[in-house]
């Protein structure tokens, strides 16, 4: 009965936010913060409380696996090869440059910050907070008031970013778990491993999953009604297939997206909507849980050392790092300024 009760305010809530969102976006109060707020609301009254965490932690972390999936193909159906093309450099100085840079950043300023003693968490915290956030990122790349150029960067960025940094991520798991004699750490090397395969599982069902999608719509074989459905079942296929050749899932949702929207033809981006909304619904739900669970958690064990970091690691470590990335580009400072501040 309180489960049914839980779930019914979770979906009222959504329904409120969808009834208002543009007012309360015109505020500037974005579905992430609000839900937050709800979700730390909900544990204050003991709706969701931090004792449930180890029943929650499951179901939660497929939950947000399965949101990000969503969010990361729906992403990248937006871009087309020739785009990349064109800004090979720019995404290229931004991925290889700029990344490894914030990553240097954030490990010496963790150090300096004496965050942890152990060599192998630092470099943990260094290359863990850097990706961006594709869930956050999604009103600004779809903001048609930010030059397409721009928004094409921090899409693909965002897209690749995670894969990237996950040899380091995984480099220091596997280090620190050395130093305090743990096994079962999968181990820096595995991390190639894990980044080729998703790419692979991408490549292959996002490009056949497109090519079939469109001979059926020009054949007359797909219901229009039924498309959006077909595209999210894809979206969870290349995920799924990923996982099961044990690569990266989030890796083969962003390049299957973008490997389908390069072979379904001038309507895939259309065909993705389903999938984007179906992503959004379920981001609030992520966002609820996290203020719920996981920010309690937070602010219990919050002090002036975490609260200088996270400042500095949401400003200086990657705008500092995208800044000397960009020399030469030809942006403005603005829009140097803008495309750093879009971080972790």
Not at 84 to 112: H, S, T
Not at 257 to 271: I, T
């Amino acid at each position: 009965m309180r489960d049914a009760g839980v779930a019914v305010l979770v979906l009222a809530a959504v329904v409120l936010w969808g009834t208002f969102s543009r007012r309360l976006e015109r505020a500037d109060l974005t579905g992430p913060v609000v839900f937050v707020v709800i979700g730390l609301a909900f544990n204050a009254v003991g709706v969701l409380r931090l004792g449930e965490l180890p029943e929650l932690a499951e179901p939660v972390r497929l939950l947000a696996e399965l949101t990000l999936v969503l969010v990361l193909f729906t992403d990248a159906s937006r871009i087309r090869i020739a785009e990349l093309q064109e800004d090979a450099g720019l995404y290229a100085r931004l991925l290889l440059v700029a990344l490894p840079l914030a990553i240097l950043l954030g490990i010496g300023l963790a150090a300096v910050l004496r965050l942890e003693n152990d060599i192998w968490l630092l470099v943990l915290i260094g290359a863990a907070l850097v990706p961006t956030d594709a869930t956050l990122g999604v009103p600004l790349i779809t903001d048609r008031a930010v030059p397409s150029r721009v928004r094409r960067a921090l899409n693909v960025e965002g897209g690749f970013n995670d894969g990237l940094a996950a040899p380091v991520v995984l480099a220091a798991l596997a280090g620190a778990s050395a130093a305090a004699d743990v096994t079962g750490t999968t181990a820096a090397g595995s991390a190639v491993r894990l980044l080729a395969l998703g790419l692979l599982a991408g490549l292959a069902i996002g490009g056949a999953g497109g090519t079939m999608v469109r001979l059926g719509r020009r054949r007359g074989w797909i219901d229009d009604e039924f498309g959006g459905p077909t595209v999210l079942a894809l979206a969870l296929l290349a995920y799924a297939a990923a996982v099961f050749v044990e690569g990266s899932g989030f890796v083969a949702a962003f390049v299957g997206g973008l490997a389908f929207r390069n072979s379904a033809g001038r309507r895939a981006e259309r065909e993705a909507t389903y999938v984007e909304q179906s992503g959004a619904a379920l981001t609030l739900v992520v966002w609820l849980l996290f203020g719920a669970v996981m920010a309690p958690i937070t602010i219990a064990r919050f002090d002036w050392r975490v609260a200088a970091y996270a400042v500095l690691s949401l400003t200086a470590v990657r705008m500092v790092a995208v800044a000397l990335a960009l020399i030469g580009v030809g942006f403005r400072p603005a829009t140097v300024a803008l495309i750093g501040w879009f971080g972790p």
